[in-house]
């Protein structure tokens, strides 16, 4: 699949309420380093920072010197978080047209923009009407208020049922070399096969997270790989993960522009075949069959 995102994108999670709380300053300069970078894609849902962190990205955005048209949004619909924003009696899904037409209209408005180039499914409901979903974006998509549509955490029974009416083009998923499991359970081949793009988030995975088994494993190998490939781990994580022939973008959330700048040297760094497995194998404990 030919991307207009760039291949690293730039994960706004923990700008806002949920992190570092960047203020709109912090926010316009970040925005600015990372495309000066040639970073030019952010990735946004609606429940980020309790519903804030969008309208805190806008207006940030609107202060830069950026244009619109030199870079993409991402963003999320579905879930029901409940927040100060929001306050509900549970955490749920939501995908009846009415809900999903309200955030989109309402990410348009915290974004001040007038369209997404990518509007994502955030996670899939045991309640979902394919029909009523596929129609919704498809008037959306006609109404140019988003210019594609997507999934994220879908299973490919999941992107089927959509499928079925709709033009599904991304999934976004947990991928990383501590979360292989999308690897070998026909995830990567059926997106492939289908050519639907991938996006990984957490694409570091838990090994700056935890101290486990899998951690105890692998770092003796990036350790020797930081040498021959004159590389840091984070480097090496994220060149490992765009070794696969998914073509798949790491959804980076650091807010850190030397990190920003590290993660992007990774898409010129290849691994050797070997070497690429002697690190599947770590993580995974055991030769490959």
């Known amino acids: 699949m030919r991307s207009k995102f760039s291949r690293i994108i730039s994960g706004t999670m923990t700008w806002g309420e949920w992190g570092k709380q960047l203020s709109q300053k912090e926010m316009t300069d970040l925005i600015e380093a990372t495309v000066g970078l040639g970073i030019t894609s952010f990735d946004h849902a609606d429940i980020y920072g309790g519903y804030t962190t969008e309208a805190d990205f806008g207006a940030a955005f609107t202060q830069s010197t950026i244009p619109r048209e030199k870079v993409t949004f991402i963003s999320k619909c579905g879930i029901q978080y409940p927040s100060e924003m929001r306050p509900l009696a549970v955490k749920h899904y939501d995908y009846s047209a009415d809900h999903i037409r309200f955030s989109v209209e309402s990410s348009l408005r915290n974004l001040q923009t007038d369209y997404l180039d990518l509007l994502l499914l955030h996670r899939p409901s045991p309640l979902m009407d394919a029909t009523t979903i596929t129609t919704t974006l498809e008037t959306l998509k006609k109404e140019g208020k988003i210019h594609d549509y997507g999934v994220s955490n879908f299973t490919p029974s999941q992107i089927q049922l959509l499928s079925s009416s ?117 993580s995974r404990g055991h030769r490959v069959a």
């Open 166 to 282: 709709a033009a599904i083009k991304w999934n976004q998923i947990q991928c990383s070399l501590t979360h292989t499991e999308a690897l070998t359970n026909g995830e990567l081949d059926f997106l492939q096969a289908s050519d639907i793009g991938v996006m990984a988030w957490s694409p570091l995975g838990s090994y700056f997270k935890e101290t486990n088994d899998a951690q105890t494993r692998i770092r003796p190998l990036l350790d020797q790989f930081q040498k021959k490939y004159s590389a840091s781990e984070e480097q090496l994580l994220l060149a490992w993960l765009m070794q696969h022939p998914a073509g798949i973008h790491p959804v980076v959330g650091t807010t850190q522009t030397d990190r920003l700048r590290t993660a992007l040297a990774a898409e010129s760094l290849s691994l050797d075949l070997q070497d690429w497995f002697l690190l599947y194998e770590a």
